[in-house]
T-cell receptor, first 115, second 112 residues
Framework: GAGVSQSPSNKVTEKGKDVELRCDPISGHTALYWYRQSLGQGLEFLIYFQGNSAPDKSGLPSDRFSAERTGGSVSTLTIQRTQQEDSAVYLC?????????????FGPGTRLTVL | GENVEQHPSTLSVQEGDSAVIKCTYSDSASNYFPWYKQELGKRPQLIIDIRSNVGEKKDQRIAVTLNKTAKHFSLHITETQPEDSAVYFCASRGNYGQNFVFGPGTRLSVLP
């Protein structure tokens, strides 16, 4: 079946603009994660959604970052007033969750460049 | 919160040799430890995982061992091949929040 998809694949924006990144998880997966990966670095956890529970926002670096997940499926990560240090690849992952297991399946990522 | 360390940061081996990457974690309640392989420009992909009730797991040339007492787990790749060259990430799922904490990664180069 279809894997995790993300859009856009690349986004170039100017400092101070807002951006929205989209993640379509695997159908039926209840858990959804957002990570940030700077060039040559590891994966930095941002936010985690599990079913209808309140999301774990503990990884969001500032109040300029927010995310929502509508209808338990598609998720959008919004970065307001972008800064150059926000430039990175933003990865989304989903997993079945609960008794379905916790293997994460990653999307291809969105490469964000803030000029 | 959970902290995951990973060593070495870079590793070069000759084709056919073995490679070992080690990770340590801080939260004794962590219960799930996956390993991911990320090739250049591609997404991370799960290669093997282990749960806290198991000490070792093997899948062909890849194995993972877990020492809960010492809070460390290791990835073992035998008979390495050039296509094993990639960055490998370990991760730990802590009991708090159920999110994953990743190690900083190991860049493995298999020299032909």
């Amino acid at each position: 079946g279809a894997g995790v998809s993300q859009s856009p694949s690349n986004k170039v924006t100017e400092k101070g603009k807002d951006v929205e990144l989209r993640c379509d998880p695997i159908s039926g997966h209840t858990a959804l994660y957002w990570y940030r990966q700077s060039l040559g670095q590891g994966l930095e956890f941002l936010i985690y959604f599990q079913g209808n529970s309140a999301p774990d926002k503990s990884g969001l670096p500032s109040d300029r970052f927010s995310a929502e997940r509508t209808g338990g499926s598609v998720s959008t990560l919004t970065i307001q007033r972008t800064q150059q240090e926000d430039s990175a690849v933003y990865l989304c992952a989903s997993s079945p969750g609960g008794a379905g297991g916790d293997t994460q399946y990653f999307g291809p990522g969105t490469r964000l460049t803030v000029l | 919160g959970e902290n995951v360390e990973q060593h070495p940061s870079t590793l070069s081996v000759q084709e056919g040799d073995s490679a070992v990457i080690k990770c340590t974690y801080s939260d004794s309640a962590s219960n799930y430890f996956p390993w991911y392989k990320q090739e250049l420009g591609k997404r991370p992909q799960l290669i093997i995982d282990i749960r806290s009730n198991v000490g070792e797991k093997k899948d062909q040339r890849i194995a993972v061992t877990l020492n809960k007492t010492a809070k460390h787990f290791s990835l073992h790749i035998t008979e390495t091949q050039p296509e094993d060259s990639a960055v490998y990430f370990c991760a730990s799922r802590g009991n708090y929040g159920q999110n994953f904490v990743f190690g900083p990664g190991t860049r493995l180069s298999v020299l032909p």
